[in-house]
Structures are given as C-alpha cells and as structure tokens.
T-cell receptor, first 111, second 119 residues
Framework: SQKIEQNSEALNIQEGKTATLTCNYT??????LQWYRQDPGRGPVFLLL?????KEKRKERLKVTFDTTLKQSLFHITASQPADSATYLC??????????FGPGTRLSVLP | DSGVTQTPKHLITATGQRVTLRCSPR?????VYWYQQSLDQGLQFLIQ???????AKGNILERFSAQQFPDLHSELNLSSLELGDSALYFC??????????????????FGAGSRLTVL
C-alpha cells in the first residue's frame, strides 16, 4: 500500500544546531517532492520543492535532498532559531493527480 | 495573506446538520483542493477541481460533496454531520492560468482554514 512517513512526530533541538527531518515514502513515484511549514491553527506554507532528477536544493538556511533509490527526502534547517519552531510536512505529487502529505514532524527549537 | 480566502473561519453545529464551506482561490489559479485535518490524522486529501471540473477524488465520504463554480470559487458541503467530522478543513489553490511557476511545478497555496466543531 502507499505510505508516507516522517521520521518522528516531534523533534527538539537547541538553537543554533542543524535540524534534520526525514520523509520516506512507499509505492509512489513522485516527479517532485515538496516541503511545507505549518504553524498551529494555520494553513501550510510552501517552502521548497525538489525534482526527481535533482539531488539537492537550497534556499537560505534550508536544504533538501532527494534520493529516489532510497525513496527518501531529508530536510535540513541550519543555524536553527526558535522562530523555526513549527510542524514541517513533506508532500508528494500523486501521479500529477493531487498532493499527498506526510503526517508531519513538530519541530521545537529551544533557546 | 496567502490570497486564498476561506469562510467561515469557525463553525459550531450539531450532529445531523449540514454546512457549507466556501473557498475563493488565489487570483488566476484554476485548481482548488480540499483537505481535512483532524488531530489524529494529518492532512487528508478530499477532492480536487480544475477549472470547474472534478479532477481527482480522495477519501471523501458520500455525505460530503463539492463543486467549483464558473468564477472558480468552490464550496464543500458536509451533510448528516457526525462528531468525527470535527476538524480543520483547508482549501488550497494552484495551477495559475498564466502557466506554472518559475520552478515549473505546481505548488499549493493554502487558505487559513475553516474550523468545524460538531457537538
């Protein structure tokens, strides 16, 4: 069956450290993978996308990698700040039909 | 402000009732998606419309229906409500009329959501 998993429900890290979030999927063949940020009670906000033929993408303090062999994406936030505390969701395009989201990882950056 | 407008923001109703949630997509976007988010389940895809036509369907209950109107706004109708329907309902839009984003891929722009409480 099709499944998207994110490494942990919650992740706590110290300010200034690098946060690494994982997204694994089964029985999907996404053309690209996206990462969204969601704050409590608000809609998700798009952060980054990476295509199947790309290994790595960067945007300011954010970095995403995509390994289609492992069926895994890693999302890194370097020099993390308390303002980075939120839930991060990965999303796959489902054969161009719609977007399927992972359950999310709630990141807390402790000062 | 994302440009996607959802109303109402909050709605409290009783079991057995029917409600309608409304979504206005970002200007120029042709696709509208509906998602349900409850505490124990992440974002669950319900249904997608593209330029007035249904394009994809997820795990949408038969008690739920949706449509997209000629002006591209969309409505999600929830009937015979049950306690378990209490959730945040998000609308998202994508696929701008003028073509895909610079990345060449669709990204979703979400509204602020409609919080439904069924008592």
């Amino acid at each position: 069956s099709q499944k998207i998993e994110q490494n942990s429900e919650a992740l706590n890290i110290q300010e200034g450290k690098t946060a690494t979030l994982t997204c694994n999927y089964t029985n999907y063949s996404p053309a690209y993978l996206q990462w969204y940020r969601q704050d409590p009670g608000r809609g998700p906000v798009f952060l980054l996308l990476i295509r199947e033929n790309e290994k790595e993408k960067r945007k300011e303090r954010l970095k995403v990698t995509f390994d289609t062999t492992l069926k895994q994406s890693l999302f890194h936030i370097t020099a993390s700040q308390p303002a980075d505390s939120a839930t991060y969701l990965c999303a796959l395009d489902n054969y161009g039909q719609n977007f399927v989201f992972g359950p999310g990882t709630r990141l807390s950056v402790l000062p | 402000d994302s440009g996607v407008t959802q109303t109402p923001k909050h709605l409290i109703t009783a079991t057995g009732q029917r409600v309608t949630l409304r979504c206005s997509p970002r200007s120029g976007d042709l696709s509208v998606y509906w998602y349900q988010q409850s505490l124990d389940q992440g974002l669950q895809f319900l249904i997608q419309y593209y330029n007035g036509e249904e394009r994809a369907k997820g795990n949408i209950l038969e008690r739920f229906s949706a449509q997209q109107f000629p002006d591209l706004h969309s409505e999600l109708n929830l009937s015979s409500l049950e306690l378990g329907d209490s959730a945040l309902y998000f609308c998202a839009s994508s696929e701008p009329r003028e073509g895909l984003t610079a990345s060449g891929a669709n990204v979703l722009t979400f509204g602020a959501g409609s919080r439904l409480t069924v008592l």
